[in-house]
């Protein structure tokens, strides 16, 4: 994880909700996660996560990693 950005409010088709972004970082290069509600303060910058159940797609131009309600992220360490 290269950085988590700051949170702000959104309203969604379920109602008003929190996101944030985050930068993911590999040998391959970067691409934005987007992080909902709870999940944001599950990871800080420097941390290795693992996602399951996630998918890549691309939004305003740019390739993004969202978790759907069924997909997990689990933290591994600094």
Known sequence: MAAVGPTRDVVT???PAEVADATLRDAS???KL?????QISKLQAGQRVKLAGAWVREYRG???V???R??????LGP
């Open 29 to 31: 290069g970067t691409v």
């Open 13 to 15: 088709s379920r109602g």
């Open 34 to 38: 987007v992080l909902w509600g709870p």
């Open 70 to 75: 069924d997909a997990s992220m689990a933290v």
């Open 62 to 64: 740019h390739l993004q």
């Open 66 to 68: 969202s978790l759907g």
